[in-house]
């Protein structure tokens, strides 16, 4: 991991880390994301493999010829349903229940066969019952289709069967906050008479319950589900096998040939290493574990202390999922959800996002200003040109990926599987091209061993090439099992709120609680959004809170008087959503990023939320400044009318990146040098007069436009002035030196 000779360093991993954090990053990565299990037996481990490559098969079949949307679905969570009762054990590891210990301790119970080498019965019994149960809409589609609304038994008992089956998966999976809520909200449609006035509903019976879950494609099998089955995996799938091929190493590799010789150095190609991955990767867990191997002991080696260090790549790999095209998956759900094109989604998150990172980068050289960190000497990097040429091809895909999605504007199944397949061919040919190369230009030099067979060099490197592919197909589909059984298990809460008619309710709950106030109505939405994801996927999180409260959002403020677009709303939950990656005491990325680095989790989780309170600002500031969205206005049938001026554009980026800044600052209490509070004061008046002119426009008589300019001269204004007084600091200094000498 690389230690430091750096004292803070000795002094903080010398602490010993609390059991329950002991886990290191690679446990939590397969935990939460490819699952803990790897059986000893042969035929276990080859199951699991057949069905990793059958699952990524069938996915890339249904996307060359499409099927019927609800067997589509009922295969795709069959094939989630097995994978997560074989790959994740019933409790973690070397920590079972207390029910299980006491258990152990009044009977003659064997303790040491691992739940992880080896599939229990109960497991195997569980996935064969949850496959079957899914398939049963596929094995009957037709005569379910006959009996629409008159359920028979068989049809009850399969749906209790895999609702019941479902929240043990997610439960395994996902941990137990995501089961809980859906369990709760399943007995809410039973107990509806029997609760307050507020939220009370005349109650469903049992058969129409189940029957609308598991039936229907408005609770289990519904658009969560749906955008799972067909668009997500195949984004997972590509991110899967590009990193196969090299291109998270790569993308790294290059982050620290640009930015490693300035201060601070590591961090910031940190932040830009976690960028360029999260293009590709929904899950800020899998950003922190791939790029933070690297990246943390090198910032440790310049001065950060570990705690530090893990939290800027936690902040910077949680940031990851507000990239698109991918977006944790949340971007393909949200444009299913409200029915527009999935580049609308992406053009108004851009934006928000770019400046979120670009002020992480300030953040980060901050940090290093006022710790004094030094850069990292060029000897110990990667020469950029040599880097950036070794792996220009796998730029290739990421290319094909953007230009048929942006430019000629086609689907993102087509882009995607036009993307897969020219990565595959990279993967294939790369390395027998590399030591063709290779040996071509030893023969040249004279430098060739005679023993060297050129043919079978060549042959073993196109196996290897062959083997990558397998694997990521094989990564790809384990990397889905968490994703597929959350927005399953997400469905069975989007069908009991439609079912109820729960967000009408809701809408007078958060009223009543918020007191009419919009602005309290948002924090007490966004502090919502924080604790169900400290617990859930963002994907689960987004899910449920869009179902919930963003129309909430949408009808308050129109009450209020004000106009928010339902996608503003959208994003305001999903941002939160995902900062909930890093938020104490539950936050997955916080745990992740310190193991790597040896620190406190809550410690790393506390810093890296501060890191990522310049985010969280952004969703307050997005939803009154629709601009900032490439938003226009909203026309009267509520559909969306986009910025297209690129100059305006262009300003609303710039003017909103150094509101960022001097926010930031204001947090940091650093701009040059080191701010007192009436700076830090006037920073926070630049940043919010900057960020929403439009108030001070009501009271002065002055232009947005025009306070914008005033509040970024005052920015500006204040470097010059502290560049100005650390010089005159710096010569004064040096005067007293010289005069001390001449004494």
């Given at each position: 991991m690389g230690d430091s000779s750096d004292g803070v360093e000795r002094k903080d991993e010398s602490r010993p880390v609390a059991q329950p954090f002991a886990e290191t990053a690679e446990e939590i990565l397969a935990r939460s994301e490819a699952g803990a299990r790897d059986p000893r037996s042969r035929l276990a481990a080859w199951t699991i493999t057949i069905l990793c490559l059958a699952w990524s098969g069938y996915q890339l079949y249904i996307a060359f010829r499409p099927i019927d949307s609800h067997i589509a679905r009922a295969w795709h969570l069959a094939f989630a349903m097995a994978l997560a009762f074989l790959l994740y054990p019933t409790y973690k590891p070397h920590q079972p229940p207390f029910w299980i210990r006491g258990l152990r301790k009044v009977l003659p119970l064997r303790s040491g066969r691992s739940i992880v080498k080896r599939i229990p019965l109960q497991d195997i019994i569980f996935a064969v019952v949850g496959v079957c149960a899914a398939l049963y809409i596929w094995w009957d589609y037709n005569q379910l289709i006959m009996r629409q609304g008159l359920p028979n038994t068989l049809d009850i008992v399969l749906g209790t069967a895999l609702i019941v089956l479902l929240l043990e998966a997610a439960r395994r999976t996902l941990g137990p906050a995501l089961a809980i809520l859906a369990g709760l909200f399943m007995i809410y449609t039973i107990a509806g008479p029997y609760l307050p006035e507020?939220?009370?509903?005349?109650?469903?019976?049992?058969?129409?319950?189940?029957?609308?879950?598991?039936?229907?494609?408005?609770?289990?099998?519904?658009?969560?589900?749906?955008?799972?089955?067909?668009?997500?995996?195949?984004?997972?799938?590509?991110?899967?096998?590009?990193?196969?091929?090299?291109?998270?190493?790569?993308?790294?590799?290059?982050?620290?040939?640009?930015?490693g010789t300035y201060r601070g150095g590591p961090a910031?190609?940190?932040?830009?290493?976690?960028?360029?991955?999260?293009?590709?990767?929904?899950?800020?867990?899998?950003?922190?574990?791939?790029?933070?191997?690297?990246?943390?002991?090198?910032?440790?080696?310049?001065g950060l202390p570990p705690y530090k260090a893990a939290a800027i790549e936690v902040a910077a790999s949680t940031n990851g999922q507000l990239m698109p095209p991918i977006m944790g998956a949340a971007a393909f759900i949200m444009a299913e959800i409200l029915g527009i094109p999935y580049l609308d989604v992406v053009r108004a998150a851009i934006l928000p996002?770019?400046?979120?990172?670009?002020?992480?980068?300030?953040?980060?050289?901050?940090?290093?200003?006022?710790?004094?960190?030094?850069?990292?000497?060029r000897e110990v990097l990667p020469v950029f040109k040599r880097t950036f040429v070794r792996g220009i091809h796998f730029l290739i895909p990421l290319a094909v990926l953007i230009i048929y999605l942006v430019v000629l504007r086609r689907s993102p199944v087509t882009a995607v599987l036009l993307a897969i397949e020219s990565l595959v061919v990279l993967m294939v040919v790369q390395r027998p091209i590399i030591v063709f190369f290779t040996i071509s230009m030893a023969r040249r030099a004279?430098?060739?061993?005679?023993?060297?067979?050129s043919t079978a060099e060549i042959r073993k490197a196109f196996v290897t090439g062959i083997t990558d592919v397998w694997q990521g197909l094989i990564g790809g589909a384990r990397n889905m099992v968490s994703v597929g059984i959350a927005t399953a298990t997400a469905g069975i809460i989007v069908g009991v709120v439609t079912i109820t008619g729960m967000v009408g309710r809701f809408i007078i709950l958060i009223d009543t609680i918020s007191m009419g106030n919009v602005v309290l109505m948002l924090i007490f939405t966004a502090m919502t959004c924080l604790i169900l994801g400290m617990g859930m996927p963002t994907t689960a999180n987004y899910i449920i809170m869009a179902t919930l409260t963003a129309p909430v959002i949408v009808t308050l403020g129109a009450d209020a008087g004000l106009v928010f677009p339902l996608i503003a709303a959208h994003l305001f939950v999903f941002y939160f959503g995902i900062l909930a990656d890093d938020t104490p005491p539950v936050g997955l990325a916080a745990y992740a990023g310190a193991a790597i680095a040896r620190s406190d989790p809550i410690r790393t989780g506390i810093q890296g939320f501060t890191y990522d309170l310049r985010t969280a600002i952004l969703?307050?500031?997005?939803?009154?400044?629709?601009?900032?969205l490439m938003i226009d206005g909203v026309t009267e049938t509520g559909g969306i009318i986009?910025?297209?001026?690129?100059?305006?554009?262009?300003?609303i980026f710039f003017s909103g990146l150094i509101a960022m800044f001097a926010f930031a600052s204001f947090l940091q209490g650093q701009l040059v040098d080191r701010c007192n509070i009436l700076e830090r004061l006037i920073l926070l008046a630049v940043a919010a007069s900057?960020?929403?002119?439009?108030v001070i426009e009501a009271h002065l008589p002055l232009g947005p436009t025009t306070i914008q300019v005033i509040g970024i001269s005052v920015y500006f204004g204040m470097y010059a002035w502290q560049k100005y007084r650390m010089k005159r600091r710096a010569a004064r200094g040096a005067a007293e030196v010289i005069e001390g000498n001449t004494d």
């Open positions: 507020v939220i009370r509903h005349r109650g469903l019976p049992l058969d129409f319950i189940i029957s609308d879950m598991y039936l229907t494609t408005t609770g289990i099998f519904g658009v969560p589900l749906g955008v799972s089955t067909d668009f997500v995996f195949l984004f997972v799938l590509f991110g899967a096998l590009l990193d196969k091929a090299g291109g998270g190493k790569y993308f790294i590799d290059v982050a620290f040939s640009v930015l910031k190609a940190s932040v830009l290493a976690s960028g360029l991955t999260g293009l590709v990767s929904g899950s800020s867990i899998a950003n922190t574990v791939t790029t933070g191997t690297f990246t943390i002991p090198l910032m440790k080696k310049v996002a770019l400046i979120s990172y670009l002020a992480l980068f300030y953040v980060v050289h901050m940090e290093a200003l006022k710790l004094g960190l030094a850069a990292l000497p004279g430098t060739l061993d005679p023993a060297v067979n969703p307050f500031i997005f939803i009154f400044n629709n601009e900032l986009w910025l297209d001026d690129p100059v305006r554009i262009g300003w900057t960020f929403k002119a439009a």
